[in-house]
């Protein structure tokens, strides 16, 4: 496990651009719908999702209940730039603000 700056190991939360974020072939969820060792694209692991999963129920619930902040949505980057450092930040708070640059 990895240790992320700031008081009490918090991690940094940030709002993403849904069009920046892929969904990961490498989510244990999905993994066993899919087949081993293949490149599959973001509509494969759409399909997977569909044919596996409640969304439906999920969606509603969203529209119902709105999103909850206390389950928030886990994002990893994908390539960070050669020299970035988690253990660079002091805080998470700028660690949040260098997230932030990247993202932009």
Do not use: C, W
């Amino acid at each position: 496990m990895m240790d992320i700056a700031g008081k009490g190991n918090r991690r940094p939360l940030l709002d993403i651009n849904i069009d920046s974020i892929a969904l990961d072939r490498y989510n244990p969820r999905l993994i066993p719908y899919l087949p081993k060792d293949e490149k599959v694209s973001q509509e494969e692991l759409v399909r997977v999702l569909y044919d596996h999963f409640d969304l439906e129920n999920i969606g509603l619930s969203l529209v119902q209940n709105g999103y909850f902040d206390e389950e928030p949505i886990i994002v990893v980057p994908e390539n960070l730039p050669d020299g970035f450092r988690l253990d660079a930040y002091d805080d998470v708070d700028e660690l949040t603000d260098a997230y932030k640059k990247l993202i932009e």
